[in-house]
């Protein structure tokens, strides 16, 4: 599919937020969600240390013919939409806004440290094409970004510590150079166990594997999730921010957010492990056109999270802790950091 289209249509869905849909169906309403990752919480600030991402997922596009928001030019960009129209799924699309930062170990010193992974942030923008049944989710996103001093990786760290009174990062001298980064990822999660989902108290386990490729990241990835409590959300999760991770929609009216609107209540807890086989990492391995800063980095990374989530009316919140192997060979030690979401439904 041509670029072109993937914006086109990028723009066409900006369209419906200008206005306030009264729909009556979960699959008519639209989710917008917070992510919000940081290891304040953890007393570090360096490794992985910020990242923050904007998403908006479209209601479902199955029926787009009958949507009067929709201009009917845009009927063969849709109809050429990866995953769609396949009858008896439904199918969404998602817009990403967001940016990573990156910093060694050793913050303090203003030198290279030659053995500390590079200092490093990303800004990018990312277009997903999601396809689900009450029991799959198929998830192929495409990422258009920058890496280097115009991430304004430097300047959004050293706003945030200004504003908190923190210590100022000295070594940001030494970040990776401009590039622009471009990437394909494909992501799937089902469900391989499930309680009912009318309500009450049940419990999901949720699988998932995928891949991306770009000259950011090369890595394939799998792992599980398993949620447990009252009134469970029924879509795919929580994740933590990557690609494919826009998972909070709702399916239908079984989940908390569509009930009655005295009964739109629930709280679970959840627990995920996964691993990563990374062929490339530039953040780790730096810039692919030009001589930078690297490191040696593992091959395999692993990772756990528990946390807690929260329904509320249209609303879902989670918080979790995430707990990272070592990436690079000479990191001192694993790494942890908090993970926030807030997603509305409208």
Known sequence: MKLKSIFLVSLLLLLPLTAMAQDE?????R??????????????????????????????????????????????????????????????????????IYTPEDTES????????????????????????????????FLLGIVGPHSYAEETQKKVHELCNNDILNGWDNQLEDEPVLGVFYDRKWKLRQSKIDGGF??????????????????????????????????????????????NAAFDETDP????????????VFAAVGGSWVLRNI?????????????DKEPFVGNCMVGVGLMLSRFKMSFAHVHQTKEFKTQKNEHSFTAITLSFSY
Do not use: C
Not at 126 to 132: N, R, T, W
């Open 257 to 268: 957010r569509f009930f009655r609107s005295d009964q739109r209540f629930g709280i679970h």
């Open 25 to 29: 169906t979960a699959k008519d309403f």
């Open 31 to 100: 989710t917008f969600t917070l992510y919000l990752e940081n290891d304040i919480l953890d007393d570090t600030d360096s490794l992985y240390t910020s990242g923050l991402k904007l998403s908006w997922i479209s209601p479902d596009l199955m029926d787009y013919r009958e949507n009067s928001r929709l201009p009917q030019w845009s009927y063969p960009l849709i109809k050429r939409l990866p995953l769609v129209n396949k009858p008896g799924l439904q199918y969404s699309v998602s817009m990403s806004l967001g940016q990573n």
């Open 283 to 295: 953040f780790l391995d730096g810039n692919t056109f030009r001589d930078s800063h690297s490191v």
């Open 110 to 141: 203003s030198d290279l440290v030659k053995d500390d992974r590079p200092y490093a942030g990303i800004l990018y923008y990312a277009i997903g094409f999601h396809s689900k049944s009450s029991r799959q989710m198929d998830s192929l996103e």
């Open 202 to 247: 049940g419990y999901d386990l949720i699988p998932h594997m995928g891949a991306g490729l770009g000259n950011a990241l090369i890595y394939a990835h799998a792992g599980a999730g398993l949620r447990f409590g009252w009134n469970l959300p029924n879509d795919f999760g929580t994740f933590t921010i990557r690609p494919g991770s826009d998972t």
